[in-house]
């Protein structure tokens, strides 16, 4: 027998022995005392009970995650380039209040957006086609950049004429462009309000807005009109004011 064939035995030999050693030890349990019984369990079972709890609550959690809980997003607000939001959780605070939002599975977003960073830009981009976002407050290149692909609602068209009337002096004006599938200009229909600028508007400053130019525009796509205009009602409310002030 060579050096291989006897370590094989060998090998085989100790296997052997390990589950007789370990056979003998599931037979004796019967034997032992209760504090001994517990202590067996925890060395042989106790990590594999763990293990298989925590699988179970893990995959409960998901499943109930996926087929149960039904969320609803009440508002999305995609600011852009305004960093000042970043470390700001008193807007997001007084905007659930104000649409008396108390449950977790309600949401109301307001997040920033670099554009000087590639996932970010691809993020909003695949928000904005999943109808996810319903209102955008941007520079102005990038609101005439959204408005020409047709991105931006007429807010003549949207808002009742009270409202609209409100922000008649910060109504921004911008054109569609149509092109063809090259890109190469077909026609440019006339110009439309699609935004509102709200620089020197009191809420976004008191919660610390900066903007030169802070255009909010309303996303064509979106399915929550009432909210974008309770929206619009917040940034025009004097309590709104007192209240961003008070932060």
């Known amino acids: 027998m060579n ?33 001994q019984k517990v202590g067996y369990f925890r060395d042989y079972y106790l990590r594999t009970v763990i293990v298989v709890i925590i699988a179970v609550i893990a995959v409960s959690s998901l499943v109930y995650t996926m087929f149960f809980r039904h969320q609803t997003t009440i508002l999305s ?26 449950s977790d599975d309600e949401l109301l977003d307001c997040s920033n957006y670099s554009l000087d960073q590639y996932g970010d830009q691809m993020k909003l981009t695949t928000l904005i086609a999943a109808q996810s976002v319903d209102i955008l407050v941007c520079p102005e290149d990038q609101f005439n950049e959204y408005s020409e692909r047709g991105y931006l609602a007429d807010l003549s068209e949207l808002l009742p004429a009270e409202l609209y009337g409100q922000f008649a002096d910060q109504i921004m ?32 400053q008191a919660y610390g807005g900066m903007g030169e130019k802070a255009i909010l525009c309303v996303l064509s796509n979106t399915e929550r009109t009432d909210s974008v205009i309770r929206f619009l009602e917040y940034l025009l409310s004097p309590a709104s004011v007192e209240a961003a002030q008070a932060e």
């Open 77 to 102: 607000v995609a600011f852009i380039n305004e960093a000042w939001l970043l470390d700001n959780t008193g807007l997001d605070d007084a905007l659930r209040e104000y649409y008396e939002l108390t």
């Open 173 to 204: 004006e911008s054109s569609e462009i149509e092109t063809d599938d090259e890109g190469a200009v077909l026609n440019t229909l006339p110009a439309a309000p699609h935004g509102i600028d709200i620089s020197d508007n009191a809420v976004y």
């Open 3 to 35: 050096i291989d064939d006897k370590k094989t035995a060998l090998d085989d030999d100790s296997l052997l022995y390990q589950k007789r050693d370990d056979s003998l030890k599931k037979k004796d349990t019967s034997n032992l005392s209760r504090t």
